[in-house]
């Protein structure tokens, strides 16, 4: 079965500050995707940025990047130049299983402070 | 329309009660998934379909719970006989294929009381 684990339930930076989140999966797929997904209190949720497991190269989304490490399988998000703006419950992603299903860990509440 | 639609937004429900959740996806996504979110907590996986059949229904929590999406397209998750705990918000996303960008819906926050 595929998990994912945050083991950051709370997290806070100043802004201008990097901050880095964690993540861990275990997954028996070859094949897979890995999200980060914002959560703002609002509530919908919206794609920071994802990585084809098959890249090596890490993604990056403007102030967004992910430290991925396939053999630990590890999948990290840094947050360049925080801003009041990321406050945000952040849950880290995967795709796994032949049928596609998508699942999500536990979540990390981030609070940037002015 | 431009993204995943889901209604109602709010429902208050007795103890008891059927209720019928609501999710229009974007037009012609192949993907959708279904995910219970407790307060503070992850989406917790419900069931998934692609375009008619549904795949995975291995999230939903006892058989008082049922999906269904007969054309495709819009999906409706059913909760029989409501009790305390289905209390949460549900959240409809849709994709084009598997394995890419799933978009989300605002959710309906359902109260059974």
């Known amino acids: 079965a595929q998990t994912v684990t945050q083991s950051q339930p709370e997290m806070s930076v100043q802004e201008a500050e990097t901050v880095t989140l964690s993540c861990t999966y275990d997954?028996?797929?070859?094949?897979?995707?890995l999200f980060w997904y914002k959560q703002p209190p609002s509530r919908q949720m919206i794609l920071v940025i994802r990585q084809e497991a098959y890249k090596q190269q890490n993604a990056t989304e403007n102030r967004f990047s992910v430290n991925f490490q396939k053999a630990a399988k590890s999948f990290s998000l840094k947050i360049s130049d925080s801003q009041l703006g990321d406050t945000a419950m952040y849950f880290c992603?995967?795709?796994?299983?032949?049928?596609?299903?998508?699942?999500f860990g536990k979540g990390t509440k981030l609070s940037v402070k002015p | 329309g431009a993204g995943v639609s889901q209604s109602p937004r709010y429902k208050v429900a007795k103890r008891g009660q059927d209720v019928a959740l609501r999710c229009d996806p974007i037009?012609?996504?192949?993907?959708l998934f279904w995910y219970q979110q407790a307060l503070g907590q992850g989406p917790e996986f419900l069931t998934y379909?692609?375009?008619?059949?549904?795949?995975?229904k291995s999230g939903l929590p006892s058989d008082r719970f049922f999906a269904e999406r007969p054309e495709g397209s819009v999906s409706t998750l059913k909760i029989q006989r409501t009790q305390q705990e289905d209390s949460a918000v549900y959240l409809c996303a849709s994709s084009v294929l598997g394995r890419t960008e799933a978009f989300f819906g605002q959710g309906t926050r359902l109260t059974v009381v």
């Open positions: 379909f692609q375009n008619e059949a549904q795949l995975d």
């Open positions: 992603g995967t795709y796994g299983g032949s049928q596609g299903n998508l699942i």
């Open positions: 997954t028996s797929e070859s094949n897979y995707y």
């Open positions: 037009s012609g996504h192949v993907s």
